[in-house]
């Protein structure tokens, strides 16, 4: 299955066309995103790769913001082991997702993957990319089930939160004061 989504960044200015197909044991994204942010004009162009669990095996970006490029290669081997930029990267051990902060397509990597229940929660490592700010570091977040389509997303510490709405796939539509989908066709 192919879908092809179209947000725009709310808070970030942008415009992202991210394809996303599934197979039966993987999934392939790729995405463009052109913005400007705080005086940064930037463009992002990333591929993740997942398993059929939806666990992250690759993530490749290139970036260039104010015309600074920036390239990252981030190889995980589904037990929270990294390899970033083709070297051991023990401070992402036990991460199993990346968050890429200019786009909503990252949150859909941990919905998909915890399956959680409605009310249920979970406490996760993720190798979070602030592109914009050169920051790739590991962080704590915490999502938690309210309905089919709704998943409250927590930073930890809880320095931010949302109430995100998603698609019966996971994907997207309205992550408050950040990211709006305006478009998406499934083929």
């Known amino acids: 299955m192919q879908t092809n989504i179209l947000w725009t960044g709310r808070a970030y200015y942008s415009l992202e066309n991210c394809q996303v197909n599934e197979h039966e044991n993987s999934a392939e994204i790729t995405s463009t995103i052109i913005g400007s942010y705080e005086g940064k004009l930037y463009k992002v162009e990333y591929q993740i790769r997942t398993n059929a669990r939806w666990q992250t095996v690759l993530l490749e970006l290139t970036s ?18 990294w390899i970033y930029n083709g070297k051991e990267a023990a401070q992402f051990r036990n991460c199993i997702d990346v968050d890429i902060a200019v786009t909503p397509f990252t949150n859909t990597l941990p919905i998909r993957r915890l399956q959680l229940q409605q009310g249920q929660s979970q406490e996760i490592q993720v190798i979070y990319c602030d592109i914009l700010n050169q920051v790739i570091k590991p962080v704590s977040q915490k999502y938690t089930r309210l309905s089919n389509n709704e998943y409250h997303y927590e930073n930890i510490p809880n320095d931010f ?3 995100i709405k998603v698609d019966d796939s996971g994907l997207v539509i309205d992550y408050p004061g950040l990211f709006v989908r305006t478009a998406a066709v499934t083929g």
């Open 161 to 163: 939160e949302a109430t």
């Open 64 to 81: 260039q913001v104010n015309n600074k490029p920036q390239t990252i290669k981030l190889e995980g081997d589904e037990k929270g082991n």
